[in-house]
């Protein structure tokens, strides 16, 4: 069966510090893996995601996250943090290889606060 | 708007009442899904559409919870007698095919009193 665990249910960070949120997955399959963000009262929105191309994975806004396969890990990261970048982070697997969805199978989350 | 539309934004039910909350998915997209978002949890899927044909329900947490797409595209989730536990978040997402990726409505909130 397929599941993530999200490490850290809060991050704080000061504007323009770098972004981590860790994740791991457990997956029976190659799986496919997927970063949503959920800001208050929108819509969830794709960041990224890993469609066994290549392990490092960028998306919008600048985020990226690294595929480690011997690590069960896709760790989301940002550079420098900007004041938008406050939402609630999910992260996703389903069963589907090649970047391919289906049921998605979401981690707990991760809200990320950034200080002034 | 191109987007997954939800309607209402916000339900208050009483215990025992019944609910239908409704999906209008992107235009063309043949594939449509519910998932149910608790407070300080994320989303589970709850069931799928391909137009019309309902092909997994497995999450759907009783016979309580039906949903429908009669014409393959306006989707409707309903929950009938409602119970507190089913205070929730409820999600839809369309994509082109099962495989693509899926984009969100932003969510009807439910409250049961």
């Known amino acids: 069966a397929q599941s993530v665990t999200q490490l850290d249910s809060h991050v704080s960070v000061s504007e323009g510090t770098p972004v981590l949120l860790r994740c791991n997955y457990s997956?029976?399959?190659?799986?496919?893996l997927f970063w949503y963000v959920q800001h208050p009262n929108k819509g969830l929105q794709l960041l990224l995601k890993y469609t066994s191309a290549a392990t490092l994975v960028k998306g919008i806004n600048g985020f990226e996250a690294e595929f480690k396969k011997s690590e069960t890990s896709f760790h989301l990261t940002k550079p420098s943090a900007h004041m938008s970048d406050a939402a609630e982070y999910f992260c996703?697997?389903?069963?589907?290889?090649?970047?391919?969805?289906?049921?998605?199978?979401f981690g707990k989350g991760t809200k990320l606060s950034v200080k002034p | 708007g191109a987007g997954v539309s939800q309607s209402p934004r916000y339900k208050v039910a009483k215990r025992g009442q019944d609910v239908a909350l409704r999906c209008d998915p992107i235009s063309g997209h043949v594939s449509l899904f519910w998932y149910q978002q608790a407070l300080g949890q994320g989303p589970e899927f709850l069931t799928y559409?391909?137009?019309?044909?309902?092909?997994?329900k497995s999450g759907l947490p009783s016979d309580r919870f039906f949903a429908e797409r009669p014409e393959g595209s306006v989707s409707t989730l309903k929950i009938q007698r409602t119970q507190q536990e089913d205070s929730a978040v409820y999600l839809c997402?369309?994509?082109?095919?099962?495989?693509?990726?899926?984009?969100f409505g932003p969510g009807t909130r439910l409250l049961v009193l």
């Open positions: 997956s029976s399959y190659s799986p496919s």
């Open positions: 559409f391909q137009n019309e044909a309902q092909l997994d």
């Open positions: 996703v697997v389903t069963i589907g290889g090649g970047g391919s969805q289906g049921n998605l199978i």
């Open positions: 997402a369309s994509s082109l095919t099962v495989w693509s990726t899926q984009y």
